[in-house]
């Protein structure tokens, strides 16, 4: 958010008496935590400071109202009648990647020629990468859907944070890390000492940083007793694609097989073999039933030397082969 479209970048501090106004653009199916995570802090900020400080409209592909995943419904204006906006939020679901609504995506591309900051509090970074908003810019998402993201837009970079501030361009994961992305937003404009009124409002004892990285609390208990561990399942997580020996992770992490066993073993009840495989399984299942790619691309994409092979493991692993797997969740998602 910034204190003139295209004057400044989100980093910057706004200090000025004229209210900011934010649209929030909500998608059918959208999730609730964001979405409040956003509005509050936004309420909080003005209530906390005695001022006006932002003032937000709601918007939808249309005017109909827009019903969140747990049933509440807001009522919203057509995006095409948004005014003088000077930062626009979206609010989407995590199905988002099959958005195709052309005239919210000109809009879009319509409003950031106009300088507005165009930002995603949950799965809209799918939105902005489909209107080309994203191709210069480090974005992320939720961890469950990078694996689709990353193959839908390889020429977009996607992390692993929690959320990502950039020049007129921010994103988030979903979820609480909404808020920490809005407390950082409102920090660079108004500083510490109102955000972390704001925090301690919401009982939020830790104001999350841009460094920090999704899913911690999976991490956290190897951070202090089994750092080399967190290096080697990185080191996974980054090569599914193109597997890399045991022997080659052994190398890189400076580990011998043994002491990679021994952590596994004792950390993760698996061996190393058994978790890489279990890695590339679980984003397989990511591109199959988020993706209309084949079976057989699939399996190349996540380093399976054969279809059957991969079939095999899919079916030993998830109980269903892969074309079962997805017709079924795709019965599942017309119910």
């Known amino acids: 958010m910034s204190s003139k479209p295209g004057k400044t970048n989100l980093r910057s501090h706004k200090i000025s008496d004229e209210s900011e106004t934010i649209g929030i653009l909500l998608i059918e199916g959208y999730p609730i935590i964001p979405f409040s995570c956003v509005v509050d802090s936004l309420r909080s900020a003005n209530r906390l400071s005695a001022k006006e400080l932002y003032r ?55 409003l950031d020629r106009q300088g ?63 808020l920490d992305m809005m407390l950082k937003l409102i920090e660079n404009q108004y500083g510490r000492k109102l955000v972390q009124q704001i925090s301690q409002q919401f009982q939020h004892d830790r104001i999350r940083t841009e460094i920090d990285s ?14 080399k561990l967190i290096d080697v399942i990185n080191l996974m997580e980054n090569n599914i694609e193109v597997p890399l020996s045991l022997p080659t992770i052994a190398e890189k992490c400076r580990l011998s097989l043994r002491q990679i066993e021994r952590l596994f073993h004792k950390y993760r009840d698996l061996t190393p073999s058994q978790y890489y495989l279990s890695l590339r399984l679980m984003h ?40 079962n797997h997805r017709s079924q969740v795709a019965t599942e998602r017309k119910a």
């Open 214 to 227: 999704q899913q911690m609390a999976d991490r956290i208990d190897l951070a202090m007793s089994a750092p």
């Open 56 to 110: 937000w409209e709601y918007f939808a592909p249309d005017d109909k109202p827009v019903t969140a995943s747990c049933g509440i419904t807001v009522p919203t204006r057509a995006l095409t009648t948004a005014r003088d906006l000077e930062t626009l939020i979206i609010v989407a679901p995590n199905t988002a990647q099959h958005f195709e609504h052309a005239g919210t995506i000109k809009s879009l591309q319509s």
């Open 284 to 323: 397989a299942k990511q591109l199959l039933i988020n993706t209309n790619r084949s079976v057989i691309d699939i399996s190349i994409a996540t380093g399976f030397e054969t279809q059957s092979y991969f079939t095999a493991c899919y079916r030993k692993h998830f109980g269903s082969s892969p074309r």
């Open 116 to 178: 507005v900051n165009l930002g995603s509090a949950s799965s809209g970074s799918f939105i902005l990468a489909r209107a080309g908003l994203l191709d210069d810019c480090r974005c992320t998402i939720h961890w469950e859907n990078i694996p689709v993201f990353k193959e839908l837009y390889p020429q977009v970079e996607v992390a692993f944070t929690l959320y990502e501030i950039g020049e007129r361009r921010f994103t988030c994961s979903g979820g609480t890390a909404a």
